[in-house]
């Protein structure tokens, strides 16, 4: 059960736990109008109208519609840390038939991005309100962390030149554990995606008279399958990987093979030497089946975001504002999870840490029927409190003010 405050300021914030209502709406507000990526126009400006109301500075325009707003604390100087919220929904009709619904067909907040905007906005202003700890805080607000890399593009485009910091911290919920439980990692959390397309070329004929073309068809399927054996007996078993094919597009009716097929897919891994493997043996296996059928192949392969790695110092930092806010309720010992999330780019850049908070039982993320629970809006944004007063403590309570923060 998540711990209510007590006499030392932990817990859920009473004024936090107060505003419920309000959070709520502002979460519901912002699920009725989901944006994909680098488009979030409509959710940057009621951030930036929200934070601007709390008497924030907020520059925008990094990334497009991503923005960052600025507090300084009111008991000295101190380090600087980021916090971040994602933006973006999905491309995904929404099947909950709520009165918050999206108002955009096939698209819809499917992942929580609404639900982590609040808790951030809710905690810019509990600190706006009463800035106590010495240093800076930049509530950092991302665009595009669907699939299109707006974490990496924030980091070209200066994020930390602009506003330098001593470390970042994100924070992402997560159906189906206990409610209320905090999850996460030192090294390793999330892993590396990539994508591949692979188009096989072929010579189409008459589905009567096979032995006049080159099916690419017969070739896509021996491809898919072959391509599981990277993982099965090319991958040390001790280490981690997963090469999935998503998607085949081939054909047009029923009695002609088709001149091409396409597949799609993604890879996932953790370590650099078996991201390489793997590209390796893919782009092998293709060409080696394709030789053996006769056909030919153009293959398209991204990597796309990279490992997502807490830093020791930093995940601990995490884990004291987590206990702060739910006590015992965290797990520090999460299983690496092959999903992907590109805060690992700002993790790259900047000493930092990311954590999950578990939002209890209820459809998965990126289901149609998924919609962010309210109830974790409180515990977020005590969360966040917590980790400013605690990171930012000034030297008479904390002889680490002065110190760098993370490693």
């Known amino acids: 059960m998540v711990q209510k405050a007590t006499g030392d300021g932990s817990g859920i914030l009473p004024d936090l736990a107060a505003q419920a209502d309000e959070l709520s709406h502002w979460r519901r507000t912002l699920h009725a109008m989901p944006e994909t990526a680098f488009e ?34 009111q008991l000295g100087d101190g380090p600087a840390i980021g916090l971040r919220a ?92 206990p409610f209320g439980t905090f999850l996460g990692r030192p090294g390793a959390m999330f892993a590396a995606f990539d994508i591949f397309e692979v188009k096989v070329i072929g010579r189409g004929a008459h589905a009567a008279m096979p032995q006049r073309g080159i099916d690419p068809v017969l070739t896509a399927a021996h491809i898919v399958t072959q391509l599981q054996a990277i993982v099965a007996r090319a991958v040390n078993p001790q280490e981690a990987a997963v090469v999935s094919v998503t998607q085949i597009h081939g054909g047009d009716t029923w009695n002609v093979i088709p001149d091409e097929v396409v597949l799609r897919g993604t890879v996932r891994s953790f370590a650099p030497a078996v991201r390489d493997l793997v590209e390796a043996r893919l782009r092998a296996i293709v060409d080696g089946v394709c030789a053996a059928q006769g056909a030919r192949a153009d293959i ?54 990311y954590l999950c908070l578990a939002s209890g039982p209820g459809p998965n993320l990126h289901n149609a029927a998924y919609d962010f629970n309210d109830a974790l809006l409180p515990v977020g944004a005590s969360y966040w409190v917590h980790l400013v007063r605690q990171r930012l403590a000034p030297a008479a309570r904390n002889g680490r003010a002065g110190e760098s923060v993370g490693e």
């Open 40 to 73: 979030e126009h409509r959710t940057s400006a009621f951030v930036a109208e929200k934070l601007a109301s709390f008497g924030l500075p907020v520059q925008r325009g990094l990334a497009g519609t991503g923005l960052v707003a600025t507090l300084k604390g």
């Open 86 to 177: 994602d933006m973006d929904a999905l491309d995904i009709h929404e099947a909950t038939n709520l009165p918050w619904r999206s108002d955009t067909p096939a698209k819809m907040h499917a992942c929580g991005h609404d639900g982590h905007m609040t808790m951030l906005l809710a905690a810019a202003r509990h600190l706006s309100q009463k800035p106590d700890f010495a240093g800076t805080v930049h509530f950092i607000f991302q665009p595009a962390e669907e699939n299109e890399g707006g974490g990496k593009v924030m980091v070209e485009q200066g994020l930390f030149d602009r506003f330098p910091m001593q470390a970042v911290y994100g924070l992402h919920n997560w159906p189906n554990a």
């Open 300 to 353: 398209r392969y991204e990597r796309r975001y990279p490992p997502l790695v807490n830093h020791d110092a930093a995940f601990g930092d995490a884990l004291a504002a987590a206990r702060a806010t739910v006590g015992d309720q965290v797990d520090p010992a999460f299983e690496p999870i092959m999903a992907a999330e590109d805060f690992a780019y700002m993790l790259e850049a900047v000493p930092g840490a």
